[in-house]
């Protein structure tokens, strides 16, 4: 099946500090894959769609200049979190379709965990 | 912006028993997903139901979906100690282009053995 990984699996560092998260289609190309942030124990909010060869489509509240979102070919979009703080610490999810179009499920990776001290 | 709610929210049953969780969402859509995740990981698709469908299965899996009452349901039969993980309903907006998914709050599943 189509897999999605997703680099790193966690991340702790600083205030201040940028952060860079890969996420990956292994065995597909994916022209389009989406960015979502988790709270602990709460649902999945949608942040963003990456789209490759053209600038990302951000959802209403968040801010594009904090989250930095490069989708530089088929398999890769990368999401960096500038100049981090701790309000940013949170679990954060891609996902990919192995065909961009209507009713085809989603291939989520494992997620990153960011910690801001 | 989330749409989905879900009940219940927590579900403690014993293993080989039956669980269902609801969704309801609001807008139309083009289909409704059923995902799992287990704690600190990602989501696993379980079952696509689109719009047009009224019901789907998959192994001890069922879905249904009523577009009038915009509601769907998730019932897993035969319920096993693995199948302790959250679950989430999402849906795929009718609007047109490549839409993210909009998630229900989750149901966190709790199989006893």
């Known amino acids: 099946g189509a897999v999605v990984s997703q680099h790193p699996s966690r991340v702790i560092c600083k205030s201040g500090t940028s952060v860079k998260i890969e996420c990956r289609s292994l065995?597909?190309?994916?022209?389009?894959m989406f960015w979502y942030r988790q709270f602990p124990k709460q649902s999945l909010m949608l942040m963003a769609t990456?789209?490759?060869?053209?600038?990302?489509?951000?959802e209403q509240g968040v801010e594009k200049d904090k989250f930095l979102i490069n989708h530089a070919s088929l398999t890769l979009s990368t999401l960096t979190v500038t100049s981090a703080h701790p309000e940013d610490s949170s679990f954060y999810i891609c996902?990919?379709?192995?065909?961009?179009?209507?009713?085809?499920?989603?291939?989520f990776g494992d997620g990153t965990r960011l910690s801001i001290l | 912006s989330q749409q989905g709610e879900e009940d219940p929210q927590a579900l403690s049953i014993q293993e080989g028993e039956n669980a269902t969780m609801n969704c309801s969402y609001k807008?139309?859509?083009?289909?409704l997903q059923w995902y799992r995740q287990n704690s600190g990981r990602g989501l696993v698709h379980l079952i696509l139901?689109?719009?047009?469908?009224r019901e789907k299965h998959s192994g001890r899996l069922r879905v249904t979906l009523d577009t009038s009452k915009k509601s769907s349901s998730l019932l897993i039969t035969a319920s096993r100690a693995a199948d302790t993980a959250s679950y989430f309903c999402?849906?795929?907006?009718?609007?047109?282009?490549?839409?993210?998914?909009?998630f229900g709050k989750g149901t966190h599943l709790i199989i006893q053995p």
């Open positions: 996902s990919a379709r192995a065909e961009n179009r209507e009713n085809q499920p989603q291939h």
């Open positions: 999402a849906t795929e907006y009718s609007g047109g282009g490549a839409d993210g998914l909009t």
């Open positions: 065995d597909f190309q994916a022209t389009t």
């Open positions: 807008t139309s859509i083009n289909n």
């Open positions: 990456s789209n490759e060869g053209s600038k990302a489509t951000y």
């Open positions: 139901i689109r719009s047009n469908e």
